[in-house]
Each structure stands twice: as structure tokens, then as C-alpha cells.
């Protein structure tokens, strides 16, 4: 046996592991046939990591298993060998405080999974919200040859003869309860049907979001994003990228060949042509920062600003990811942005070896109402809207899509909120101080405050506000939204509270302005009175009090980056490789 590569055959990492003669290959071999496997499998065979984010915790990948049977037939067939591992899987139902609190967790165990075992190639097995760019994240710093395999969405949703949509129906029932609209039993009679398949949300929330984010960037095989989680094609898409992560081992084609500035870019516009989450800004620049690309917040200006949003899915418009699917899914998209010259770069690389232009050029196209043409969009600029002024030098964002277009151009008095359990404590108080063209403010729910930065930040309004039939208030906070969640929400600002951002210091009174148009999100009181509010108290107390604690909180808290530089950890921004490590013999 030798390491040494044959002619014509490319350099295997797992070689190091079974490619020699000497004690080390022989228990590294010796120990992986207690499986069954036969010598031949490690005579120079690419082997192919099939990295399982399967949990019966996290019900949208619940099906996996049968998911990465159908990819180990690929590699088999396509003469590789496939050894399936498990990772964090991270799910946004169920785990608390947030998924994201332990998205970057997840992303180090990819990440050390990969480069400590004899793997050539990976293939991501992904599809709950946090999932997909926690993986991404881990490869990324590995870089080695990888392709994204999306669990897929449910069927859509049924209640009362007609579909409903994941989490969205939830937030609409919810403040239908409380303004007194439906009763309890009503409410309670959608959740059986809200979820009647395996999959994730079928609205157009984080999880499909980061699936078209994928198929966007060039890593997983186009239709990825949108077939249904129990329809056929789903499986024929994971045995065909199989198929291919084999082949890509022989290519050498490595991520960092795949996620370009230019595949940023054009992930970026597709963001806004689909009404994708703002969760997509946050995920998005961790996934850059892994592999050394340079994206900004300032990129979703110049990038997906004046794109149309012609995807009509909840929550922004009114179909499901069925609908999108058969319509022609993400394909049919690209296609038309394409076509109107408003795809960035038509030539950026995919993981099946071809550009993103050749995979789509010939797209079919069967529902101009669910995927609309360029001139008659749901929303004529979807792209995020990035927001600064004293309010956030850093930055905050607002998703049109899923706005209400009067708002988004406001004037009003603050009424604060100074946690999430503040928020809950007086928010269906009868005595609230609160109006219809007031702005809700709500500080301590960024990475830090709210150690993981969860989806408050589109609060419920107020029920007494609700009873005089307004559906929509600005709201302004440090948190993040759920993809399937809707409304005039200012999200991600930055700094955050806890990090002493400017957002500590607003009192309620306070006038605040918003100015999409503009990007503006103004506070209405001098900078020396801004100042002066500041000084006033330490607004690190809580989170420090929280760290002081040990455990995983507190490497959190004291190394998570802020929502403008992807929530990643300081220590894990970079490429670090896949050099293969020393013997552990």
C-alpha cells in the first residue's frame, strides 16, 4: 500500500489514514471493518462524509435517514465510499433560548468532524433553519470539495379547506385571539394542520430562504431548494449528488472555487427577488467570513436594492413552497432575472461544474402568478433595506416584502420596552401608553442581551391597538424575526443594547424617525444627550452577569461578533483548512 498517488488520480486526504502498510493503516483499517466493510473499499476510493443533521428534536429533518440512504447509493455508484457522521443538529422549534445561540457550536463540530477524519468530500445534509449555514460555515473553513442536500419543505398546511403557511399562520391566528377576532378553539384547531408532513416551513421563511440561499451560491444542484420534502424527486436530487461529490473529488472542486464574491452577489439579488428572510444577512456574512470573502452589510444596499420581489409566497404574498416548486422553483427565477439582465454574474461556478447561467438558461416556467414577471412584482424593491443614523451606526434592517408601504417612511413616539420579559410583563396591560402611530422599541435581545439573539423582535401588538383594527406598527429592536414572520419590523440593530449600542438609551417619548427611502433611522435628541444617556449605566450588566455564569454562555457572550459581522465567534472567522492532523497513535 502507498499514499503516493497514481497517475491521473488526485490526492486523497483518507489515503493518510488507509493508504500505508505500517501500524497506523492497519489499525485505522482494522478498526472501521468491525462494519462489514471489505479491504477493496479502501484501496484508493474517494471517501465521501455524508455530515447528519438527523434528530427526532428537530422535526423538519426527522427524515434524513432515509435522506442519506439515498446519497450513499450515489457515491456507491459513482465509486466512491460513503460514511455517514452525525453533527449538532440544530433546531429552531424546539431548542431554547434560540438555534441560533448554538448555530456557531454546530459549526465548529462540523468543522473539527471534517478535518480529524479521513473525509475527501462532504456532503451537507440540511434544512432547519440554523442548519444550513452552520455546515456551510464549518465546511467553508475546511474547504474541501462539498454539495448541500436540502431536507426540503412540508406540504402546505390545511385549516378549514384551505392552506395555511408554517409560522406565518401562527403570527396571523395569534393576533386574530387577541383583537378578539376567533376564538381559543379556532386557534388551537390550525396546529394539527399547520404541519402534516416531514419537511421544513413551506413558507418562504429562514429554512427555504437559506435553501435558495444555497442553490443561489452554487452548492448544492439546482432544484435543491424547493422540492417538496416527501415528493420522489426529492431522493432522486440526494442519489445525484452523490453521483457528483465523487466526481468533484476528482475535479478538485473545492468550496472556496464555489463561493466567490460574484456567487455572494448574485445570492444577494436572489434574496430580494424570492422575499427572503433578513435572516439570510446575518447567515450569509458568517458563511463569507469562513471562507474569506469580503461581504458587507453595505453589499444588500448595492446589490438588491430596486430588485423586484416576484416570488408571491407567504408571508409576503400568498402561496406556498409547493406552489413554488411547481411553478419551477428557484430555476425559474434566476431564469428571469437572467433574461432581464439582472442576475450579477451569470458566469459564477456550481458545484456540478457548470455556471449558474448554463444550469438555468433553459428553465421552464409554468405559474406567472406564483413566480411574477419583472414588471409586475409584488413588491417593486424587495432588496433588504439597511438602515443607519445615531439609532444604529452599525446598522439595523427592514424587509420590504413583508412591510407596509405607508410605514415605511414614519415619524413616532417611542414606547420602550427594556427586555423581552418587560415586553411580555406590560404588553396586553388596557393602561399601556400607547397609539397607533407610536414605534415599539425593544432593547437586550441581540446575540448578546439575549445570548443567541432570538426571533422577538416582531412583537405582537398591543390588543388594544388590535381592537381599533390597525394590523401594523414600526417596531425597532436589537433581535432577529422569524423568515415566516411579517410587519414593519426593524430589525438587527447595531450595536446592540448590551453592547452599549445607542438603543440603551431610548426612553419612552422619545421621536424617532424612519426613512427607508433614505436608509435613515434617526433618534430624535442630541448627540451630547445621547451621550450623556449613556454614561448614565453600564448596559453590559446583564450580559456580564450572564457570562459570569461559565459554561458555553459565556465563551458566547464573550467572543459572539455583532448582527453586522454574522453573529460568528472572533475566533472562528477565516478558512483554517483541511490539513490532515497528526496520528492520535
Known sequence: MSDVPKENKPYLRSAEWFGTADKNGFMYRSWMKNQG?????????????????????????AHFRKLAEHVKQGVLEAGGYPVEFPVFSNGESNLRPTAMFTRNLASMDVEEAIRGN????????VGCDKTTPALLMGAASCDIPTIVVTGGPMLNGKHKGKDIGSGTVVWKLSEQVKAGEISLHDFMAAEAGMSRSAGTCNTMGTASTMACMAESLGTSLPHNAAIPAVDSRRYVLAHLSGNRIVEMVNEDLRLSKILTKEAFDNAIRTNAAIGGSTNAVIHLKAIAGRIGVDLQLDDWSRVGRGTPTVVDLQPSGRFLMEEFYYAGGLPAVLKRLGEADRLPFKDA?????????????????????????????LTADGGICVLRGNLAPNGAVLKPSAATAELMQHRGRAVVFEDFDDYKARINDPDLDVEANDILVMKHCGPRGYHGMAEVGNMGLPPKILAQGVTDMVRISDARMSGTAYGTVVLHVAPEAAAGGPLAAVRNGDMIELDCTSGRLHLDISDAELTARLAEKDPTEVSTLIASQGGYRQLYIEHVLQADEGCDFDFLVGCRGSEVPRHSH
Open 37 to 61: 466493510i471489505p479491504d477493496h473499499e479502501f484501496q484508493g476510493k474517494p471517501i465521501i462524509g455524508i455530515c447528519n443533521t438527523w434528530s427526532e428534536l428537530t422535526p423538519c429533518n
Open 118 to 125: 479521513p473525509i475527501d468530500a462532504v456532503v451537507l445534509l
Open 349 to 377: 461556478l456550481t458545484v456540478n461544474g457548470k455556471t449558474l447561467w448554463e444550469n438555468v438558461k433553459d428553465a421552464p416556467l409554468y405559474n406567472d402568478e406564483v413566480i411574477r414577471p419583472l414588471d409586475n412584482p
